[in-house]
C-alpha cells in the first residue's frame, strides 16, 4: 500500500514560516513598501502568518513536485510540466499576477503567498527527483521502529521536525549564517527551471545514494538534515530576490 499512496505528502508548515522569516530580514526598502501596501504595517507578521496558507487551500499535489528522467539536462515545459501542472508551472503563474495588471490586492496576495508556499518546496529535494519513482514514493525506507516510510516521505513530513528549535528560532540562527554564504549567487537568477535542475542535481548526489542503505536512521537524519538547512536559506535567498526583481523597479518609477 505504500507504494501505490499517491503523492499527498506535503513539507512542514513551520518551515514554510522559516523561509518567510528569514526572507523578511533581505527584504529591501522597495519591497518593504510593496508589501506594506498589500498588507499594512504588520506585513511582517502577516506573511508569516499566512506562509503555510496554500497547506490549507490544498493545492494539487502535482503543483508541488516536477519529475525528471535520467537523461533529462534542462527542463522542458511540455515534457515536464504539461498543461503547468507541476511546482514551476505554479511558480511561474504566481510571477505573472504580481507582475501583471488588473489585479485585485487580493489575488496579488494570493499570488505571493502561493509563491511562498512554493518555492520552499522547489528546494526540497525529492520534490524535484526522479520520475520513475516519483521522487521518492515508490523508495521505502525503515526507520528504528521498524516503521517503513517512503523516500518523499522521510524528506516532505519527517525530516523538519527533527530540527532542533522552533521556526523562529531556528530562523534567528541561520540568519547569522547569511553573511559567509554565497547569497549573491543564490539569488542571481529568478527562474524556477534553473532552480528545479538544481534541485534535481542535489537529489541524485544526496537524498537517492543515502537511501540505498533503506535505512531511515540516525546517520541519513543527520546528512539529510544538513542539507535541507542550506535548501532554506536558499530558498528564503530567492524569495527576496524575486520580489525585489518582480517589484524593485515598478516601485523606483513610482507606479501602482
Not at 504539461?82 to 499576477?97: H, I, K, R, T
Not at 526540497?124 to 521502529?145: C, F, K, T
Not at 553573511?179 to 539569488?187: D, K
Request: proline share 6%.
Amino acid at each position: 500500500m505504500l507504494l501505490a499512496t499517491p503523492l499527498v505528502h506535503a513539507f512542514n508548515a513551520d518551515g514554510h514560516k522559516l523561509v518567510v522569516q528569514l526572507a523578511t530580514f533581505q527584504f529591501s526598502e522597495p519591497v518593504q513598501q510593496r508589501l506594506e501596501q498589500l498588507y499594512g504595517e504588520r506585513w511582517r507578521s502577516e506573511l508569516v502568518y499566512f506562509a503555510d496558507w496554500a497547506l490549507e487551500a490544498r493545492p494539487e499535489p502535482a503543483l508541488r513536485t516536477v519529475f525528471f528522467d535520467p537523461d533529462d539536462r534542462f527542463f522542458e515545459p511540455a515534457r515536464h510540466c504539461p498543461d503547468n501542472s507541476c511546482v514551476v508551472g505554479a511558480l511561474q503563474e504566481s510571477l505573472f499576477v504580481l507582475r501583471g495588471t488588473g489585479f485585485t490586492p487580493g489575488e496579488r496576495r494570493q499570488a505571493l503567498q502561493y509563491l511562498i508556499h512554493f518555492i520552499t518546496d522547489i528546494h526540497i529535494p525529492v520534490n524535484a527527483g526522479r520520475r520513475a519513482d516519483q521522487g521518492g514514493e515508490m523508495i521505502s525506507l525503515i526507520a528504528s521502529d521498524l516503521e517503513r516510510i517512503s523516500l518523499h516521505q522521510a524528506w516532505t513530513e519527517r525530516l523538519y521536525p527533527l530540527m532542533p528549535d522552533d521556526w523562529f528560532t531556528q530562523a534567528q540562527r541561520l540568519r547569522r549564517l547569511l553573511p559567509g554564504l554565497p547569497v549573491e549567487e543564490w539569488g542571481q537568477y529568478v527562474e524556477p527551471a534553473i532552480w528545479a535542475m538544481e534541485t534535481h542535481a542535489l537529489a541524485l548526489e544526496t537524498a537517492y545514494p543515502w537511501a540505498e542503505r533503506r535505512r531511515w536512521d540516525a546517520i541519513y537524519q543527520r546528512q539529510a538534515l544538513a542539507v535541507l538547512e542550506e535548501q532554506l536559506l536558499k530558498a528564503s535567498v530567492r524569495l527576496a530576490a524575486t520580489l525585489e526583481f518582480v517589484w524593485a523597479l515598478e516601485m523606483e518609477e513610482g507606479l501602482q
